[in-house]
């Protein structure tokens, strides 16, 4: 079974400093990776898919990177704001339909 | 253009009682999904439609849920003799036609169910 996990739990940085977040999954035969957003109460906004045979995505200040045989991926924001307040969710795609979803990491940028 | 919606947006019921929440894909995606997250917690898979066929129904919790899909669109979850673990938030996502395995998944606003 493919378990996800998401270091840190949560993160508060000053406005302008660079973010880190990092996904941890334990089985390395995946389709893909997909970074979601999720803002309170409302849904998951796709960030970034990471097909198994890339090493790189970027969109804009986003970069996400995948090493499928160590089993991790890192999502980076560059220069963050107080809009990237949310919680990101990193999800796996196996040999099947489902993601498997780590628990996120809640970002707090202070203004 | 119009993303996932969901409807309704909150639901509030009685133990035992039945409900019926709605998906509406994105037009022309033949994927659909149905997955659950409860407070302080990840998201679990419940189930998944290719057109109106259901060939995962693995994390269904119980039988006293179910879910159709019509017409290549519009899906269904329906939750039978509610019971408070049944609270949480109940997302839907939608993918394009294509390698389904490959292709990316596109996620409603949810539907939050409180069960007293």
């Known amino acids: 079974k493919q378990e996800v996990t998401q270091i840190p739990a949560a993160l508060s940085v000053p406005e302008g400093e660079n973010l880190v977040l990092n996904c941890s999954f334990t089985d390395s035969a995946i389709y893909n990776l997909q970074w979601f957003r999720q803002d309170p109460g409302k849904g998951l906004t796709s960030l970034l898919l990471?097909?198994?045979?890339?090493r790189e995505q970027t969109s804009g200040r986003l970069n996400a990177s995948l090493d499928k045989s160590s089993g991790r991926s890192t999502l980076y924001i560059a220069a963050s704001q107080p809009g990237d307040s949310a919680t990101y969710l990193c999800a796996v795609r196996t040999n099947d339909y489902k993601l498997s979803f780590g628990a996120g990491t809640t970002v707090t940028v202070r203004a | 253009g119009a993303g996932v919606s969901q409807s309704p947006s909150n639901k509030v019921t009685e133990k035992g009682k039945d409900v019926e929440l709605r998906c509406d894909p994105i037009s022309g995606h033949t994927a659909l999904y149905w997955y659950r997250q409860r407070l302080g917690q990840g998201l679990e898979f419940l189930i998944y439609?290719?057109?109106?066929?259901?060939?995962?129904k693995s994390g269904l919790p119980s039988d006293r849920f179910s879910a159709e899909r019509t017409g290549e669109s519009v899906s269904t979850l329906t939750i039978q003799r509610t019971q408070q673990e049944d609270s949480a938030v109940y997302l839907c996502?939608?993918?394009?036609?294509?390698?389904?395995?490959?292709?990316?998944?596109?996620f409603g606003p949810g539907t939050r169910l409180t069960v007293l």
């Open positions: 439609f290719q057109g109106n066929s259901a060939p995962d």
């Open positions: 990471i097909q198994s045979s890339q």
């Open positions: 996502a939608s993918s394009p036609p294509g390698l389904v395995t490959y292709n990316e998944q596109f």
